[in-house]
T-cell receptor, first 114, second 113 residues
Framework: GAVVSQHPSRVICKSGTSVKIECRSL??????MFWYRQFPKKSLMLMATSNEGSKATYEQGVEKDKFLINHASLTLSTLTVTSAHPEDSSFYICSATGGKAEAFFGQGTRLTVV | GENVEQHPSTLSVQEGDSAVIKCTYS??????FPWYKQELGKRPQLIIDIRSNVGEKKDQRIAVTLNKTAKHFSLHITETQPEDSAVYFCAASMYSSASKIIFGSGTRLSIRP
């Protein structure tokens, strides 16, 4: 299958700072990327859908000013958690598609806000 | 929007026995149903998928069935092995476009030796 790389895999940041997470499709052009949040022992909760060159579509209840998503190229999308607080600590994971429904996942980023 | 329900939340089976996980979906426009396996701390891995133009698909020990009328789909794992222990997620989407994939709540499958 296609390869999606997410970086960093783990990050610890201080409360009030911002953290950027990158999601790259390595061997295909990702027309659409999705960002999910996963709490321990829970399912993947879709946060937003991003299409290259356009604004992200956020799911209900997700603060767009808190979770900034940029999809500047067909191989890169970024999620920036702004002014992070301990309740933002979670496992964030991206997935990418090349125009069809098969989605390939990044390895995830475990964010800890202290 | 789409809502996917998954049962059971936990499942323990004897090694060699079969495991069945069931899901229902709400949006009749959904036509693509992937199943993912996620090991602790790792990314979900696609293990099998089915489109709505077929009722069943099989890949070695894994099979998926789909009942469009009832909006039900199920995952069947036969001859279970210890390495099958993981969390399994069903999902629903639309195949014809890069539509968002909505996940079920997950099933933690444990294989007893």
């Amino acid at each position: 299958g296609a390869v999606v790389s997410q970086h960093p895999s783990r990050v610890i940041c201080k409360s009030g700072t911002s953290v950027k997470i990158e999601c790259r499709s390595l061997d295909f052009q990702a027309t659409t990327m999705f960002w999910y949040r996963q709490f321990p022992k829970k399912s993947l909760m879709l946060m937003a859908t991003s299409n290259e060159g356009s604004k992200a579509t956020y799911e209900q209840g997700v603060e767009k000013d808190k979770f900034l998503i940029n999809h500047a190229s067909l191989t890169l999308s970024t999620l920036t958690v702004t002014s992070a607080h301990p309740e933002d600590s979670s496992f964030y994971i991206c997935s990418a598609t090349g125009g069809k429904a098969e989605a390939f996942f990044g390895q995830g980023t475990r964010l800890t806000v202290v | 929007g789409e809502n996917v329900e998954q049962h059971p939340s936990t499942l323990s089976v004897q090694e060699g026995d079969s495991a069945v996980i069931k899901c229902t979906y709400s949006d009749s426009a959904s036509n693509y149903f992937p199943w993912y396996k996620q090991e602790l701390g790792k990314r979900p891995q696609l293990i099998i998928d089915i489109r709505s133009n077929v009722g069943e698909k099989k890949d070695q020990r894994i099979a998926v069935t789909l009942n469009k009328t009832a909006k039900h789909f199920s995952l069947h794992i036969t001859e279970t092995q210890p390495e099958d222990s993981a969390v399994y997620f069903c999902a629903a989407s639309m195949y014809s476009s890069a539509s968002k994939i909505i996940f079920g709540s997950g099933t933690r499958l444990s294989i007893r030796p």
